[in-house]
């Protein structure tokens, strides 16, 4: 399985977020220059996650965004999620292929123990914990 640029850019930007002061808003300039993403980026990132509910915006001189929940409440698959849909190693085990007609006997479907790892790993990573990790190094 391979994460998109996208998708670990979305991470990035989301510890940078939890990393802030709590409450208060960090405009994306900030996070560009700390992390060498260009606004424009940042800003088509972050629509989706707004959209999910995991960010929150502020408008005017003191704008920006900031996370709608704690951190801890807040997991890697959650982010992942967001800006790529359904996270599955093989398109056959996504919820969208369970009426293809060939599933009795698709062979990636033994892929699924994979699936439901890497969903369990996501899912247990919150965002607190990979920020204090992101941090540490």
């Known amino acids: 399985m391979k994460f998109s640029t996208k998708d670990r850019y979305a991470l990035l930007l989301m510890v940078e977020l939890a990393s802030a002061t709590p409450g208060e808003y960090l405009p994306l300039k900030a996070v560009s220059d700390n992390q060498g993403i260009s606004v424009k980026y940042l800003e088509q990132i972050v629509a989706p996650l707004s959209k999910a509910g995991l960010v929150e915006s502020g408008r ?17 698959g959650d982010i992942l999620r967001a800006v790529e849909g359904e996270i599955v ?21 033994a892929f699924g123990r994979l699936n439901q790892v890497i969903n369990q790993y996501i899912d247990s990573a919150t965002l607190e914990k990979l920020s204090s990790e992101y941090l540490s190094h």
Do not use: D, W
């Open 60 to 76: 005017g001189s003191q704008g920006g965004y900031r996370l709608s929940r704690s951190a801890a409440q807040i997991t890697a």
């Open 89 to 109: 190693p093989v398109p056959c085990l996504a919820t969208s292929a369970e009426s293809c007609p060939h599933r009795a006997q698709c062979e990636t479907l």
